[in-house]
């Protein structure tokens, strides 16, 4: 089992910025994906960004890319989501997840382990 618990949600104006992180435990080894997705209220989640154990790669949705930076620190356990240059339609709640198989996906349902997640609010 691996378990995730995000942090460093809260509410800033728009153009400013934020960062979350994800700290996991347990068997950390066998996750070969890290992503974060996201959910605004009466959506559906949407994939945010991405990245693999092995090389490092990452990957991001079309709504946050060159504004959102994710990245990891093994020696924490931690995997980060740097969100710069916010809009109100960055609002959502912020959910970390854990894939054991893929090395990178951008489905929900490849992920096998998610965290509480984290809300995020964007004032205009």
């Known amino acids: 089992q691996v378990q995730l618990v995000e942090s460093g949600g809260g509410l800033v104006q728009a153009g400013g910025s934020l960062r979350l992180s994800c700290a996991a435990s347990?068997?950390?080894?066998?996750?070969?994906?890290v992503g974060w997705f996201r959910q605004a209220p009466g959506k559906d989640r949407e994939f945010v960004a991405c990245?693999?154990?092995?090389?490092?790669?990452?990957y991001y949705g079309d709504s946050v890319k060159g504004r959102f930076t994710i990245s990891r620190d093994d020696a924490k356990n931690t995997v980060y989501l740097q969100m710069n240059s916010l809009t109100p339609e960055d609002t959502a709640g912020y959910y970390c997840?854990?894939?054991?198989?893929?090395?990178?996906?951008?489905?929900?349902?490849?992920?096998?382990?998610w965290g509480q997640g984290t809300q995020v609010t964007v004032s205009s």
């Open positions: 990245i693999t154990r092995s090389l490092f790669n990452t």
């Open positions: 347990g068997r950390t080894g066998s996750v070969r994906t």
């Open positions: 997840a854990a894939d054991r198989d893929s090395y990178h996906s951008t489905t929900m349902d490849d992920y096998d382990y």
